[in-house]
């Protein structure tokens, strides 16, 4: 469905992306722990599901999944 000429001009937009995300992620801040363990505690006991919608960086992704 993309020509070469297509499929180079995703490339540079891409990588321009993934050059801006990284940026983001190293320079901002993470959530509370507290934060975390408070949707831990309201998920755990019902074997509810929890998830990170809208991901972008994966930052609360990750601290949800280092809580199991």
């Known amino acids: 469905w993309c020509s070469a000429f297509c499929r180079a001009g995703l490339e540079v937009v891409m990588s321009h992306y993934d050059e801006k995300a990284t940026a983001y992620e190293q320079g901002r801040a993470g959530y509370a ?3 975390f363990a408070r949707i831990a ?3 755990t006991p019902t074997g509810s599901v929890a ?5 972008g960086t994966g930052i609360a992704s990750r601290a949800l999944r280092a809580l199991g």
């Open 33 to 35: 722990p507290e934060a």
């Open 51 to 55: 998830a990170d919608i809208g991901a």
């Open 41 to 43: 505690q309201a998920v």
